[in-house]
């Protein structure tokens, strides 16, 4: 939580995404903290499904944090990742992203196929990581996902920022459209 308060007092017009544990939503005083962020734009990437993603509690907390515009993401989806795969349908994700694994073998049409399975488990789309080379880049600008990569812009130490971003420092998900 300290994480996440520095990020949105010290940059408020950037788009945050934080890294938790499925399991973090079953605590009810995280949850009310997360909500005290009033109107933050910030999403929470489940890196880790450590928990039993039918849970009522875990559900009912996830609706609550959703229905407050945080958005929920399953992170760095992989078809051999049995949890992930049980989690769809289970949990109405708000984007998946793909993990960067994917895109060293993919080409035109896995990326559709992809993005057609996967559609129904997600409110707003993929996110594709990874995206390192301009092939990816040509690849992924037909699709219907956002992207994500050093081919879009390299990782800097956050002292290194203005509380303004410039236009660069300010996207951590490119459109490739």
């Not at 996830?62 to 049995?82: C, F, G, M, P, T």
């Not at 996967?118 to 409110?123: N, Q, V």
Request: hydrophobic share 35%; glycine share 4%.
């Amino acid at each position: 939580l300290q994480q996440i308060r520095f990020s949105l007092e010290k940059y408020p017009h950037q788009l945050h995404s934080f890294n938790i544990k499925l399991s973090c939503l079953a605590d009810e005083d995280f949850v009310r903290e997360l909500l005290s962020f009033n109107g933050a734009k910030f999403a929470l990437e489940i890196s880790e499904l450590d928990c039993y993603t039918e849970s009522k509690e875990i559900r009912e907390n996830l609706s609550v944090l959703q229905a407050n515009n945080i958005e929920i993401w399953l992170d760095d989806y992989h078809r051999n990742n049995k949890l992930a795969n049980m989690s769809l349908g289970n949990i109405l994700w708000d984007r998946i992203k793909i993990d960067k694994s994917f895109l060293k073998h993919a080409d035109q049409e896995s990326i559709q196929a992809l993005e057609y399975f996967l559609a129904p488990f997600c409110l707003h789309g993929l996110i594709f990581e990874g995206a390192e080379y301009i092939e990816h880049h040509k690849m992924l600008k037909t699709s219907h996902s956002l992207t994500q990569g050093y081919y879009y812009f390299r990782p800097s130490p956050i002292n290194s920022l203005d509380s303004k971003p410039r236009v660069a420092d300010s996207i951590k998900l490119s459109y490739a459209g």
